[in-house]
Structure formats: C-alpha cells, structure tokens
C-alpha cells in the first residue's frame, strides 16, 4: 500500500519570507501524481499545485514551487513571499495511475503553516 | 461553476441514530468521491462512483456505512446504529473525467458530532 508522510506537524515563517514543507511517500508505481492540497481553518480543501511523476521539469504556480526526487520519492512545497492568507494546514497527496481510482487518494497527515507577521 | 456543495454542514446525534449527508458535485463532474477526515489525520478515502456506479466500497469502514448516487447526480452517505468513534468530517470530491489522476475538489464537509 502507498503511504505519505509529512514528517513536520507544524512550520512557522515570517511574512514575505519563503518556507519549504516536506513530503516523502513510498510506492512501487512508476506512474502516478502528486498534490499539494491547503486547508485554511474551517474552510474547505483546494489544490494548490499538482505534479505527474513522468514529467522531471518541477511544476510551479505563482508563488508555489514544488522540489520533486522521483528516484528519493520526496516532494516538496515551497512558499516564496509568504502571505498571512497562506495559514492554513497543507496536505501532501498521492494517486497512482494503476488503481484506476479504486484507492482514491493517499493523504498525509498535514502540516499546519503559520505565517507571523 | 458553484463547486460542490454538502449538506448539512453540522450534524449532531446521538449515538444509535441514522444520519444521512448529501454531496452535490460539480456539474458534469463524472466521479464522485467520499472521505473521512478524523482530528489531526489527513483525509481517509472511503468510496468513488463513476457516474452512478460504485467502483469502489471495500474501504467504508463498517457494514453500517453505505453510499448511492442515483442518476449520477448528486451523492449520499448514510451511517447506520452511529458510534461516537463516527465522529468525523466526512468529505466530498468530484473530478471531470473517469481518470483516477484527475484532479479531486472538494466540498466543505460535513461535520458529524456523535453523542
């Protein structure tokens, strides 16, 4: 089974600073996807960035750049230019392409951002 | 585009109650999906339906938990006899295509208090 881990419960940065949040998993896939997901209090979960596993160039979104080791199975979310509205718990997820959707997508447990202004 | 929509928001009962949440994904969205997010825990995967078949129930968590989406639209999860181990916010995600590597959006959930 495919399991992520998000080995950090809690980061704190500076506003307009720029923090990385890890992300590991382990598969014996060769295909599949990847997504950060953010999560601000009481509020419901959006996609923040997402990346194919055979693509090597890393995807960006604005602000959002993820550092993606497919042979180390690491993935990585940088915030550049942090801004308060970024506090929020941030979830590393996995799909493979194999099981067809049968095993939805494999969340970590989160890390909860806190932007200090 | 409205997004997907839960109803209700918050739902308390006590414990031996039938509760039933409805997700109305987005329009034209083919799967429909359900998870269970538990404090501190990321989203837990529980069922999927490709337009109003069930691909996938192994993974509901009892024989008291069930899921339909008849016609294709909109979705239900019923929970049966309620523990206090069910409570949970128990959340809804639609994607366009039939492809498992679509992108999911979510709903805002639906927060369950068993008394």
């Known amino acids: 089974a495919q399991t992520v881990t998000q080995s950090q419960p809690e980061m704190s940065v500076q506003e307009a600073e720029t923090v990385t949040l890890s992300c590991t998993y382990d598969?014996?896939?060769?295909?599949?996807?990847l997504f950060w997901y953010k999560q601000p209090p009481s509020r419901q979960m959006i996609l923040v960035i997402r990346?194919?596993?055979?693509?090597?160039q890393n995807a960006t979104e604005n602000r959002f750049s993820v550092n993606f080791q497919k042979a180390a199975k690491s993935f990585s979310l940088k915030i550049s230019d942090s801004q308060l509205g970024d506090a929020a718990m941030y979830f590393c997820?996995?799909?493979?392409?194999?099981?067809?959707?049968?095993?939805?997508?494999?969340f970590g447990k989160g890390t909860h951002l806190i932007i200090q202004p | 585009d409205t997004g997907v929509s839960q109803d209700p928001r918050h739902k308390i009962t006590k414990r031996g109650q039938n509760v039933t949440f409805r997700c109305d994904p987005i329009s034209e969205h083919n799967r429909l999906y359900w998870y269970r997010q538990t404090l501190g825990q990321g989203p837990e995967f529980l069922t999927y339906f490709q337009n109003e078949a069930q691909l996938e129930k192994s993974r509901l968590l009892s024989d008291r938990f069930s899921a339909e989406r008849p016609k294709g639209s909109f979705s239900t999860l019923e929970i049966q006899r309620t523990e206090q181990g069910d409570s949970a916010m128990y959340l809804c995600?639609?994607?366009?295509?039939?492809?498992?590597?679509?992108?999911?959006?979510f709903g805002p959930g639906t927060r369950l208090t068993v008394l």
């Open positions: 997820a996995y799909v493979g392409q194999a099981g067809g959707g049968a095993d939805g997508l494999t």
């Open positions: 990346q194919e596993a055979y693509k090597q």
């Open positions: 995600a639609s994607s366009l295509d039939g492809r498992s590597t679509d992108t999911q959006y």
């Open positions: 598969t014996s896939e060769s295909d599949y996807y």
